[in-house]
């Protein structure tokens, strides 16, 4: 990895950098920063949580002119918390080069997006829905724009966005950069990059890349109706200051975050259903620690980039390994460590075995917390409070009662019975949630590049759907 200052960029991208806190470039960002810089259109093969926002905005602010006459780049994503966040993000970039970006989604008020429109954004973070109804009312015009991301562009093509994707391609200048930013790179990806790019650069960001070292990574192997005992075991002894907890449905979601405020956690929950404005408190809640836990599908919690998540539970199997590297992606952010844990159903091994493949990392196997195991873990937990208390805190008031106390008491009684009130019991309310099926497990598939097939572990042919292309 490189240092960001030696890169050479302008002193007002710079001070952004710093003040962000970055040092060194992540591997995408590496790869990706030069070629930008030199306005060549790129096809970057990398999950959220790789630094891909930074490697295709540091650049193209570096390459933008400052002026608000018309708008200057067009950066498009599959859902509004995307957009919000990658917003975000290019704002803090541009913040002394005096480039603004503005988020444009449904669910949003539409008149009050066509009044930040008259600020003149230079650049726009759009939903491809929205969009669309923009370019419709001529609220937004692409005349002029120079630089277009498709981001988590394989995601925008499975949630049937290809036709809105293609039509506001059509309204931007040929003569253009194109950046494309892609998980997996289905036949539809590339057919679309085909069509709508020039001699782009293929970067790949392998797997092993991807997932952070710092990451420690476990499941546990439970029947179905144990994992919310289990979930509560584990966050009792483990204590995360900020833990995301992954369910595959809705439901799940909501079941999930109502049981857990019902056993006393601090937790709320997201997902497509919830209104933009409750989706905005629970994000703000959670990123400001009002809220230890935050419970979310993966498509609510794409994009999402919040320092400080210790721990990710994924309460159920994820569909794919694609999500799982995505998901355990919230954690081990900045250098710091993290802990992914798994929780997998005696049917669901198999699919756990090729989540592993993907990952190229072996995935340890924990046994189940025992009820003793949550009170000893609370019980450390409030020694160590006390002891902290003991030397930070201001506790010269309450020395005169404790002095009043040991006159007709032991200190040994005294403070058994400090730690049996301050230590919190493991609950047992009954909480029922709806089960959910197992995921069947897919055979892996092995790829005869001469004869342009897959084999199963049978020895049996399957055609490729994904032949070998090149740029």
């Not at 989540?355 to 995935?363: H, L, M, N």
């Not at 309310?429 to 497990?441: F, G, K, M, Q, Y």
């Not at 897919?442 to 740029?471: A, T």
Request: aromatic share 6%; glycine share 6%.
């Amino acid at each position: 990895m490189s240092n960001f200052f030696e890169i050479g960029l302008s002193s007002v991208l710079t001070k952004a950098i710093s003040e962000m806190g970055f040092e060194e470039t992540t591997p995408i960002q590496e790869r990706t920063i030069p070629l930008v810089l030199e306005g060549k259109d790129i096809i970057g093969q990398a999950q959220t949580g790789t630094g891909k926002t930074a490697a295709f905005g540091i650049p193209m602010i570096e390459r933008m002119n400052p002026d608000r006459e018309s708008i200057k780049a067009l950066v498009v994503t599959p859902t509004r918390e995307l957009a919000i966040q990658v917003a975000e993000e290019l704002n803090r970039i541009g913040q002394f080069k005096d480039v603004r970006s503005l988020p444009i989604y449904g669910g949003q008020d539409i008149d009050r997006q066509i009044r930040s429109l008259r600020n003149r954004p230079q650049i726009i973070v759009g939903t491809p829905g929205r969009l669309m109804d923009h370019m419709r009312r001529r609220t937004i015009r692409l005349q002029q724009v120079e630089t277009v991301v498709l981001d988590e562009a394989d995601e925008m093509l499975s949630m049937g966005f290809v036709e809105d994707i293609e039509n506001i391609l059509k309204e931007v200048p040929e003569q253009r950069q194109t950046l494309l930013f892609s998980a997996t790179m289905p036949k539809s990806i590339l057919d679309l990059a085909q069509r709508f790019m020039q001699n782009p650069e293929y970067i790949s960001m392998k797997t092993k890349e991807i997932i952070v070292p710092q990451i420690e990574q476990c499941y546990v192997e439970v029947q179905e109706k144990q994992k919310f005992d289990v979930l509560c075991r584990l966050l009792d002894i483990q204590s995360p200051d900020l833990a995301i907890v992954f369910g595959r449905t809705k439901r799940r979601v909501d079941e999930l975050f109502e049981a857990l405020s019902k056993r006393g956690y601090s937790a709320e929950g997201i997902h497509g259903d919830l209104t933009q404005a409750r989706r905005d408190m629970v994000m703000r809640h959670f990123k400001e620690g009002l809220t230890e836990i935050l419970v979310a599908t993966d498509v609510a919690a794409r994009g999402l980039d919040i320092s400080g998540v210790t721990h990710v539970y994924n309460f159920d199997v994820p569909q794919d390994p694609e999500s799982y590297v995505h998901r355990i992606g919230r954690t081990g952010r900045a250098g710091k460590g993290g802990q992914a844990i798994t929780f997998v159903t005696p049917r669901e091994i198999g699919h756990l075995r090729l989540i592993e493949q993907v990952a190229k990392r072996r995935i340890t196997r924990k046994p189940l917390p025992t009820f003793n195991d949550v009170l000893v873990g609370q019980q450390r937990l409030t020694m160590d409070k006390i002891l902290k208390a003991a030397e930070d805190e201001d506790i010269l008031r309450y020395k005169e009662m404790a002095e009043e106390l040991l006159e007709d008491n032991d200190s040994i009684t005294l403070l058994s019975a400090a730690l049996k009130l301050l230590t919190k019991e493991p609950s047992t309310a009954p909480i029922v949630l709806t089960e959910e099926a197992p995921l069947r497990s897919r055979q892996p598939r092995r790829f005869d590049q001469q004869q342009g097939f897959h084999r199963n572990r049978d020895n049996s042919k399957y055609p490729s759907r994904f032949p070998k292309r090149k740029f």
